[in-house]
């Protein structure tokens, strides 16, 4: 027998509301800079936002995967039956076949898939220090070789999020030169954007946020499948900002080529994010 759902599904996004303004956003999509994306405010109904920032992990939890390296430090939790009863419906009906239908319509993507095993997604965390710096994503699934990632959605879950704490997600132009649209991550706020080459995004300077705080989100990503052949395979590429200096740049350079080669390995033999967020738990002294 199973469990009753939490959530009524009904209730967790409104497909008649944003249907109706789909023409509207769809065009919104395609005419944003520096690369298509949305910003979609009281992205969820308010209620069920509420109720999934209030049950999100505590960093302390053991569960979290440590992504701490020279270009990000933040944690990381892909597996979906560690997820909070609210959350997890959430992710389900994100990956649902009518959810996806309507955001092939908004990005102009047709053959949109999910990732049941949410690869590189799921929930993320960053504590005061924390950062992401500059990057496009990896451009095919580690372990289904021809599943070519198109669509990034983000649901931010920061209830009294304060602009001085930074964390912003910046979207940068594809020279570099500047960053041309910033969103703060306000609770039941969501960012969708295309995945590719131009797609250069991230928040790089240190959270500034209270200790007791800590900048939360739900991220999946959507695939299209590609002929076998015609993959171009592309690691998180990441880049460094005018006038991050010479030593920070050859830094981000070096990390970038580490993290390359991680992932070429990984998606050589299998292995997942685990082992590496022993080594790296090892390294900062998590005991």
Known sequence: MSCAPVLEKASVFSYLNRSAELPTLARRYRENNPFPHIRLTDFLNPEIAQIICEEFPKPTTAAWTQYKHHNENKLGLAKRDLFPPGIREVADELNSPEFVSWLSELTGIPGLFPDPSLEGGGLHQSARGGFLNIHTDFSMHHYHKNWRRRVNLILYLNEGWQDEWGGAI??????????????????????????????????????????????????????????????????????????????????????????????????????????????????????
């Open 170 to 287: 910046e979207f940068w132009e594809k020279s570099m030169r500047r960053c041309a649209a910033k969103y703060s991550p306000m609770l039941n706020h969501a960012v969708v954007f295309t995945t590719d080459e131009r797609s250069l995004h991230g928040f790089p300077e240190p959270l500034q946020c209270p200790e007791n705080v800590s900048r939360k989100s739900l991220a999946l990503y959507y695939y299209t499948l590609e002929p076998r052949g015609e993959a171009v395979v592309r690691s998180t590429n990441y880049h460094a900002r005018p006038g991050d200096g010479v030593l920070k740049t050859a830094m981000i350079w070096l990390d970038k080529e580490a993290v390359d080669l991680y992932s070429r390995l990984k998606a050589r033999f299998g292995f997942s994010d685990d082992f590496a967020s022993r080594i790296l738990g090892l390294i900062s002294g998590r005991k």
